[in-house]
C-alpha cells in the first residue's frame, strides 16, 4: 500500500516540474509550440518503444482510435496549450493550483452530460472551492493577469472534458496505450499547428534542450507511468486525492527554483480550494461504494 502512495506522489511531483521546466526553456528561447511538440513527440516514442518491448499491445479498434485522437489531437493539445501559456502571465503556483479545479468542473459537466447527481456535498464542495479562489485572486499578491487567469481556468475547463471522454476510452484500452496513441496525437497536432502557424522552430539556446526532456521524461513518462502504477495499487479515488498535492510541490518548487511567492492569504485560499476538490473526490468514492453494493444486493 506505501508503495502505491509512493508512486502516485512522485508522480505528483513529476507534473509539478511542468511550468518550471516550461519557464526555464521559454528563458532558452523555445516557443510554447515547440516545447508541446517535443515533449509528447519523445514521450510517444518511448511509450511506443516500452509497448513494443514489454507489452506488445498497442492494437486498438477504429472507434477506439478515433476517441483518442479526440483526446491527444483535440482536448490534451488544447489544454497542454491553454496552461503552458497561463504559465508565461501568472505564476506557475497559480495556475497549477486553478488547473485543479478540474475536479469541480468534472462534476459539473457529469451532471449535464452523464445525468451523474449533484449531491449536497458536491453542491457545498463547489462552494467553498469557489471561495477559496476569491481569497487566492482577491488577495494582494501582485498584479493578477487576467489573461493567465483564463488561460488557466481555460485548461481546467478543457481538462474535465478529456478526463469525462478519456474515463469511457481507457475502460476498454490499456492506459499504456491509451497515453502513447495520445501523446502521438498530441504530437502530430502541434507540429501541423506549428508549422502551419510559423510557430514551430528550433532556433534556441542549446541549454533550452535540458528542459525539453525534462519535460518529456520526467513530467510526462515518468510522472504517468508512476501513476498508473500507484492507482493499480491504491485505487483511483485515493491517487486522485493524493495528487492534489500537485499545486503545493509546485509552489514549493517555484520558491526553490524561480522565487515565486504567494501571500499568506492566497495560500489559506489555495488550501480551501484543494479542500473543495478533496471533497468532490471523496463523495464520488462513497457514490461509487454505494452503487456496487446496490448490485451486489440486486445480483
Known amino acids: 500500500m506505501w508503495k502505491g502512495y509512493g508512486l502516485v506522489l512522485l508522480s505528483a511531483t513529476g507534473f509539478a516540474f511542468i511550468p518550471i521546466f516550461a519557464l526555464y526553456a521559454y528563458d532558452s528561447g523555445v516557443a510554447v509550440t515547440t ?21 506488445k499491445d498497442w492494437k486498438v479498434s477504429w472507434s477506439q482510435l478515433f476517441y483518442l485522437f479526440l483526446l491527444g489531437g483535440f482536448f490534451y493539445t488544447m ?43 458536491t453542491i457545498i464542495a463547489i462552494a467553498i472551492s469557489f471561495a477559496g479562489m476569491l481569497l487566492v485572486l482577491g488577495a494582494p499578491g501582485g498584479k493578477i493577469h487576467l489573461l493567465g487567469i483564463a488561460l488557466a481556468v481555460g485548461a481546467a475547463i478543457i481538462y474535465s472534458v478529456y478526463i469525462i471522454v478519456g474515463n469511457k476510452v481507457t475502460t476498454h484500452v490499456p492506459p499504456i496505450t491509451a497515453s502513447a496513441y ?11 499547428w506549428g508549422t502551419g502557424s510559423g510557430t514551430l522552430h528550433f532556433q534556441f539556446d542549446v541549454k533550452g534542450w535540458l528542459p525539453i526532456i525534462g519535460t518529456s521524461l ?76 446496490a448490485t451486489s444486493i440486486s445480483a
Open 182 to 192: 495520445i501523446a502521438l496525437f498530441a504530437a502530430l497536432s502541434f507540429f501541423v
Open 218 to 293: 520526467v513530467s510526462s513518462v515518468l510522472a504517468m507511468l508512476t501513476f498508473f502504477s500507484g492507482m493499480n495499487i491504491i485505487g483511483p479515488t485515493k491517487a486522485a486525492i493524493l495528487s492534489m498535492l500537485e499545486p503545493v510541490i509546485t509552489f514549493l518548487l517555484s520558491m526553490i527554483f524561480l522565487r515565486e511567492h504567494m501571500s499568506f492569504i492566497q495560500m489559506i485560499g489555495g488550501l480551501v480550494v484543494l479542500s473543495g476538490a478533496t471533497l468532490v473526490a471523496m463523495g464520488k468514492e462513497q457514490h461509487n461504494k454505494k452503487k456496487e453494493k
Open 79 to 121: 489544454q497542454s496549450s491553454f496552461y503552458f501559456h497561463a504559465v508565461k502571465y501568472i505564476p506557475s503556483s497559480l495556475a497549477a493550483l486553478l488547473l485543479y479545479l478540474n475536479p469541480i468542473f468534472v462534476a459539473v459537466f457529469s451532471f449535464f452530460i452523464n445525468q451523474e447527481k449533484l449531491t449536497k456535498r
Open 35 to 55: 516545447l508541446l511538440f517535443l515533449r509528447f513527440a519523445f514521450a510517444a516514442l518511448f511509450f511506443f518503444m516500452y509497448l513494443w518491448f514489454k507489452r
